[in-house]
């Protein structure tokens, strides 16, 4: 299995940072939370330091566990840790995505989502509906 962090950025808005998976990438054309693979002995917070000054040219700060969900995609399985972040800093410059947005929790669900992404969707929209 293979361990992944995912990074749900929200900007002063309370927008959520989205990227879309380019084509000729794994999952192409569907919508994620970015972040990457761990490194041996990262933790999902470094990752996703890491990862998104990488991909995206940003500087996060990942500061609370958010969740965890786990998807087989038949040739691989993955399992997703998710934690909030806050941008920090930098202008995207996207790399493995062709698009981002920023989007408020009610426009989740007009994006397709990978499948390990979308229980976060679910429980994002449903965190809305509680405030």
Not at 77 to 102: N, Q, T
């Amino acid at each position: 299995m293979i361990e992944v962090a995912a990074a749900i950025i929200e900007d002063g808005a309370g927008r959520i940072l989205i990227a879309r998976r380019a084509p000729g990438k794994s999952q192409a054309g569907l919508w994620e939370f970015p972040g990457g693979k761990l490194e041996p002995g990262e933790s999902p917070e470094d990752c996703l330091r890491r990862e998104l000054l990488e991909e995206m040219g940003i500087e996060i700060d990942p500061y609370a566990y958010f969740g965890v969900n786990e998807h087989d995609y038949g040739t691989v399985k993955i399992r997703l840790i998710a934690y909030r972040a806050k941008y920090v800093s930098g202008e995207i410059v996207l790399m493995d995505h062709d698009e981002y947005r920023w989007v408020s929790r009610e426009e989740l669900g007009e994006y397709t989502f990978a499948e390990a992404d979308v229980g976060f969707v679910g429980e994002l929209v449903v965190e809305q509906n509680e405030i």
